[in-house]
């Protein structure tokens, strides 16, 4: 293998690694900012100015604070399930294309850690593994409330995996790549190439689904901490409980780069506008996870369950046989 490739490799996945954890932290800061803004209320204001060192002392918390583990639990698997939930997130990011070639001392840099032709299923392939992490937590916290909670994750991340696929499927067959650097080229023509336009069906129904894929609200129903209790976390604490979140956090930013690089254009042509252009996209869309979250109520179990095989997939399915005639005909 080729050094200054193997050392490139190495870099770029350290950067992503310190990069995606310090914006998991600055995130929480962010959503209480902006579920503060949208309540009325001031959010975290006392540690630093405006409160921004709260991420800090919200690490140093997670660091320090006694990691308690539960007698009755199954130690090994209990102590594993945080690491699978923040890995396979952050293992996932290794096909996303973040920014455009760029040049650094005239060596020219691809900030994506693994241009695979198969990009975007080893994405979807990733986020499926992540399931186990808040299953094997749950299952193994011998506390029949983690336990309710991991049979919600299993049939949450069940069902909507099936939608996320089914609605991929037919932009797939559009660019006949699933290389999500081919997608951007595909749409590199300007924003009338954008996918969005042909497949809006498939946008919609991605985007509804990406909420569940990350747990977020109106689909919070995974860790489901508004109840009395936290769910597969409960038995959790310090930085073990801290790692879950860490994944989802992470996945939110990762989720909030996958949608514009597929349906919204990427970053274009490569230029610096079209870089900014990218960074604003995800920004936006990590923004509404966050508004959703300040207006929306979560759904009930029954009615997640029922949007999903009654609505969601007959209506990708329908998407996928239109998209294949007009392709045909």
Known sequence: MDTAYLIETIIKVVVILLIFSALAGIGTYFERKVLA?????????????????????????????????PSNVVGPIFKIAPAITAATAFMASAAIPFLPPFEIFGYEVHPIVADVNIGILYILGMMAVGLYGPLLGGMASANKFSLISAARTAAVFISYEVVTGLALLAPIMMVGSLSLIDFNNYQAGGISHWIIWSQPVAFVLFWIAAFAETGRTPFHLIANDHEIIDGFGTEYSGMRWGLFFIGEYANMF?????IPLIFLGGYGDGTLLGALGLLGKMAFFFFFFLWTRAAWPDVRPDQLMWLCWKVLMPLAVINVVITGFVMMF
């Open 254 to 258: 990762f989720i909030s780069f996958v």
């Open 37 to 69: 803004f949208m309540q009325r209320r001031l959010g975290p204001m006392n540690v630093g100015p405006y409160g921004l060192l709260q991420v800090a002392a919200d690490g140093i918390k997670l660091f320090t604070k006694e990691d308690i583990i």
